[in-house]
């Protein structure tokens, strides 16, 4: 009787469960992830009395757009399959130093939003306080509705330059 030998080859291009996940809700977690983690460090770790509500809106932004520009961004790139996969869920394409000065602004900008939301809400309910789940949730809704008018935007712009 003969022994069949057994390989175990690995096979690089095997797909695994992770591949399966379509990449819109692997980017949706990075997204929600990244905002919460930024808020539970930032947010939270900064001692309340010593700084106004607005300079934590600054700080917290100014933190989330350097993490999202230098992090965030490489991740999603690193993770799509297809080519400019990640184009739909970034706000730039194009990778350069100024970059992180509009990230910094557009970021900026969601936390404000963000902060009056949780004014409204505790003005409506009165015990509502911020924390990371609710912030990432948050986050992730305002970047959906930036980026979604500013890719239609951005699309009906570049179709005008195009046709003339």
Do not use: C
Not at 128 to 136: C, R, S
């Amino acid at each position: 009787m003969k022994q069949q030998k057994t390989t175990n080859k690995i096979n690089p291009y095997k797909y695994s469960w992770y591949d399966k996940i379509p990449y819109r809700i692997k980017a949706y977690i990075i997204k929600f992830w990244f905002a919460g983690a930024v808020y539970y460090f930032a947010g939270w770790g900064i001692y309340v009395e010593k700084f106004d509500e607005l300079d934590k809106v600054v700080l917290i932004g100014l933190i989330l757009g350097i993490v999202f520009e230098i992090l965030v961004s490489n991740i999603l790139r690193f993770m799509e399959t297809d080519k400019d996969k990640a184009d739909e869920y970034l706000l730039l394409r194009k990778k350069n130093f100024f970059n992180v000065f509009i990230s910094v602004i557009y970021n900026l900008i969601v936390v404000f939003f963000i902060a009056h939301t949780y004014t409204l809400l505790n003005m409506l309910f009165n015990v509502i306080g911020v924390e990371p789940f609710g912030f990432g949730l948050l986050y992730l809704l305002y970047d959906f509705i930036f980026l979604f008018a500013f890719n239609l935007f951005r699309d009906k712009l570049f179709k005008k330059v195009r046709s003339v």
